[in-house]
């Protein structure tokens, strides 16, 4: 059921079930294919889209779609392009609605009155057209950027706006940045906004930054002190923020990240008014035989399986924590549709333990989850061997040889040591020599746990 007035009002949904799916689809690396649905109760929604690539500087979608609700039928196109060379980009999009197209908010959300007196009110229908470009151009000054916005919008109401905004940036003294914005409605004098400021880093995730704003309301001065909260566990961030001008308006709010969540508490006061705002965040996976409790997923994730505690694993070469008693260990903020490489750090493990691999590498699909499974064993069956000839001279380095009856082939190092797993309490293995014969030796064989077994002067004749 659709959420009502969010922000505003609380446990205001729709009472009509609605539905949404999307599906798309590669057909080849020039070409990709949607299809998207929605509706329920008396609403039906379908559209069908494609993107494809526009040389070798660009990529364009197209996409139509055609609604059904209430005896009214109406249909809408959506085309995009952007372009990007030489520091240049252009973006552009363009949108028409005909009819009575309608979509899931249309139809569910209601009307909000702005202005009792003039009946202004704020509607959520479909806008009948949508138009912007946005131009980005390389600048000859190194470190700065200038960008160009226009939007040309007509809302469901037949309101009309047309936005132009300008916003320039520069780095200073290196680590510094000094930064402009403007934007007004060519539609409305009384709508428009100047901003100018510069923000300055310092140690240990704290950026300070002021700047002066003037708009329809007057001129405003604005400082802003906050140190970054990190994606780590234990992470503390905090912000302190003031605007002062005919309508003050002050807030401060501090954030904890835990294990489990985030944590959020804030205070504001705006002109007379004062709030106090609390907030939890987190997530609770089902996956890999357990069940994690952890901060916001918003992309995909993977549940490692090690097979023994207290293993650190890595992301993208990054240390995303240890595994717990079962040897596992939830890991999020993976790339959906790109590599993502999880590896384990096995210092921590025990030197008898057998470490098949130390690293995997997955694709996961958008906001789904991946079990990876290492298979480390830490009573690995297995021991270090030295192979020599009725001689005692060590086996030359680089024979390969086989457990007898066993799969998987081992390699003899120098010394003639050799690691050879799969083994029980009598064995029997073969190697084969440089001379294309070969050579077999007998040894027992018993694990002691937490040690590296070693068995030297085994004769292999």
């Not at 990709?32 to 660009?58: K, R, S, V, W």
């Not at 021991?383 to 001689?391: E, F, R």
């Amino acid at each position: 059921m659709a959420r009502r007035n969010f922000g505003i009002s609380s446990d205001d949904y729709d009472g009509r079930v609605m539905g949404v799916a999307t599906a798309r689809y590669g057909v080849t690396d020039r070409l990709t294919l949607e299809a998207h649905a929605e509706g329920g109760a008396d609403l039906i929604n379908g559209g069908i889209g494609a993107a494809f690539p526009l040389g070798a500087y660009g990529a364009a979608s197209l996409a139509v779609a055609g609604s059904h609700h209430d005896g009214r039928t109406g249909s809408l196109v959506d085309a995009r392009a952007e372009f990007g060379y030489d520091g240049w980009a252009v973006n552009a999009r363009m949108q028409r609605a005909f009819g009575g197209y309608d979509d899931i908010a249309s139809v569910t959300a209601q009307p909000v009155i702005l202005d009792p007196d003039d009946f202004t009110r704020f509607s959520a229908g479909v806008p009948r057209a949508v138009d912007q470009v946005t131009l980005s151009v390389p600048m000859p000054i190194d470190f700065s950027s200038l960008n160009f916005s226009y939007t040309h919008l007509k809302d469901a109401e037949g309101e009309t706006s047309q936005i132009v905004g300008l916003s320039y940036s520069q780095a200073i003294f290196k680590r510094s940045t000094l930064y402009a914005t403007a934007f007004a409605d060519l539609d409305d004098g009384d709508s428009y906004g100047i901003f100018a400021g510069i923000s300055i880093p310092f140690n240990d995730d704290v950026m300070a930054s002021t700047g002066v704003e003037h708009g329809p309301d007057g001129l405003n001065i604005v400082a802003d002190l906050a140190k970054s909260e990190r994606a780590e566990d234990g992470s503390i961030g905090w912000r302190l923020r003031t605007s002062e001008g005919e309508v003050p308006n002050r807030s401060a709010a501090v954030s904890y990240r835990a294990p489990f969540a985030r944590f959020e508490a804030g205070a504001q006061q705006f002109d007379k008014d004062f709030r106090v705002t609390g907030q939890m965040d987190g997530a609770i996976a089902v996956a890999g035989g357990g069940v994690f409790a952890t901060n916001r997923i918003d992309d995909a994730f993977a549940v490692v399986d090690v097979g023994t505690p207290d293993v650190e694993v890595l992301h993208q070469n990054r240390p995303v924590g240890k595994t717990d008693s079962k040897g596992r260990i939830l890991v999020t903020g993976l790339n959906s549709y790109e590599p993502n490489t999880v590896s384990i750090d096995p210092k921590n493990l025990p030197v008898d333990a057998d470490i098949p691999t130390t690293k995997e590498t997955v694709v996961p699909a958008d906001r789904n989850g991946v079990v990876l499974k290492f298979g480390v064993s830490e009573a690995a069956q297995a021991a270090l061997v030295t192979l020599v000839d009725p001689s005692g001279t060590p086996l030359e380095a680089g024979l390969a040889g086989r457990v007898d009856g066993g799969t998987e082939d081992f390699v003899v190092g120098y010394d003639g040591q050799a690691y050879i797993k799969g083994l029980g309490k009598q064995n029997a293995v073969v190697v084969g020599l440089a001379d294309g014969s070969s050579c077999r030796a007998d040894f027992p064989f018993e694990a002691v746990r937490g040690r590296q077994v070693t068995i030297k002067d085994v004769v292999c004749q």
